[in-house]
T-cell receptor
Framework: KAGVTQTPRYLIKTRGQQVTLSCSPI?????VSWYQQTPGQGLQFLFE???????NKGNFPGRFSGRQFSNSRSEMNVSTLELGDSALYLC?????????????FGPGTRLTVT | SQELEQSPQSLIVQEGKNLTINCTSS?????LYWYKQKYGEGLIFLMM?????EEKSHEKITAKLDEKKQQSSLHITASQPSHAGIYLC???????????FGGGTRLMVKP
């Protein structure tokens, strides 16, 4: 079974621009979660989508948004990029609908904002 | 996260030695995940432990969840260079897919 895939793997953007990252979950998984990892703040939860609906949201500004498609693929968008948005963005997929289950992470997208 | 404390922050061991990494939660855990990460890469799933206390093993890695202490430990027996990396614990506090992660433990194994 193919793992979680993320595209692109690397991205360089300029302050003020916007960016869209993509995540394809493991086949059959309906939940996709997004995380931001930085040296200062560590790994932080952004949001989770399940069946095209945002189910949980972390403490991030509204510039960070996401969506999920009917095939469970998910995208996250960051508008008006700031230098502090430079990070490794990871997505994870899970088949869990309620309790239990395992979350599997993709390789991440390294975003650099200059 | 201050809710989830990992210790030690870094660890250097000689190949063949055993080691333990701890993860302590200030809140009641529903589940606890262990992951390994190579620098700048994605997280590799190791184990998930559910509330009520659980112990799981895979190859040379054993993880336990102590419900009374809200603490989990990851033990590696006879460490190898391939065990080197960053170990992260992630807490599930609400039976959902929103994990809170500890700060990580950077493990180096000297040949």
């Amino acid at each position: 079974k193919a793992g979680v895939t993320q595209t692109p793997r690397y991205l360089i953007k300029t302050r003020g621009q916007q960016v869209t990252l993509s995540c394809s979950p493991i086949s059959g998984h309906r939940s996709v979660s997004w995380y931001q990892q930085t040296p200062g703040q560590g790994l932080q939860f952004l949001f989770e989508y399940f069946s095209e609906t945002q189910r949980n949201k972390g403490n991030f500004p509204g510039r960070f948004s996401g969506r999920q498609f009917s095939n469970s693929r998910s995208e996250m968008n960051v508008s008006t990029l700031e230098l502090g948005d430079s990070a490794l963005y990871l997505c994870a997929s899970s088949s869990r609908t309620g309790s239990g289950g395992e979350q599997y992470f993709g390789p991440g997208t390294r975003l650099t904002v200059t | 996260s201050q809710e989830l404390e990992q210790s030690p922050q870094s660890l250097i061991v000689q190949e063949g030695k055993n080691l333990t990494i701890n993860c302590t939660s200030s809140k009641t855990l529903y589940g606890l995940y262990w992951y390994k990460q190579k620098y700048g890469e994605g997280l590799i799933f190791l184990m998930m432990l559910q509330k009520g206390g659980e112990e799981k093993s895979h190859e040379k890695i054993t993880a336990k969840l102590d419900e009374k202490k809200q603490q989990s430990s990851l033990h590696i027996t006879a460490s190898q260079p391939s065990h080197a990396g960053i170990y992260l614990c992630g807490a599930d506090y609400n039976a959902g897919n929103m994990l809170t992660f500890g700060g990580g433990t950077r493990l180096m194994v000297k040949p």
